[in-house]
């Protein structure tokens, strides 16, 4: 019933940025925290950065400054915004939220598919 959708994945050169989205669909009662993921090859999955539902954010120290997580949830999508993109951003990007299917059930994790980010030399 519930997916989460990603786009905005791509190659780009060293310095560029991208700006990838999270759509979600199907039904749900609400959703609170967000996050977007990443893993390298060969690496474990790190969180990149989180958002609640009142918008506080969170971010890798390695993200600070370049990245930005925000969310529209009239659209019930969060974006990542990536500027100054780096060799070593390279990774599968995931998105992540905690959804509530109904009141009365408890909330969740639900993952999207990945999209790939790759940033050349």
């Known amino acids: 019933q519930v997916q989460l959708v990603e786009s905005g994945g791509g190659l780009v050169q060293a310095g560029g940025s991208l700006r990838l989205s999270c759509a979600a669909s199907?039904?749900?009662?609400?959703?609170?925290?967000m996050g977007w993921y990443r893993q390298a090859p060969g690496k474990q999955r790190e969180l990149v950065a989180s958002?609640?539902?009142?918008?506080?954010?969170d971010y890798a120290d390695s993200v600070k400054g370049r990245f930005t997580i925000s969310r529209d949830n009239t659209k019930k999508t969060m974006y990542l915004q990536m500027n100054g993109l780096k060799p070593e951003d390279t990774a599968v990007y995931y998105c992540?939220?905690?959804?509530?299917?109904?009141?009365?059930?408890?909330?969740?994790?639900?993952w999207g598919q990945g999209t790939q980010v790759t940033v050349s030399p």
């Open positions: 958002i609640t539902s009142g918008g506080s954010t």
């Open positions: 199907g039904s749900f009662f609400g959703i609170d925290a």
């Open positions: 992540n939220a905690r959804i509530l299917r109904s009141l009365l059930a408890s909330f969740m994790h639900y």
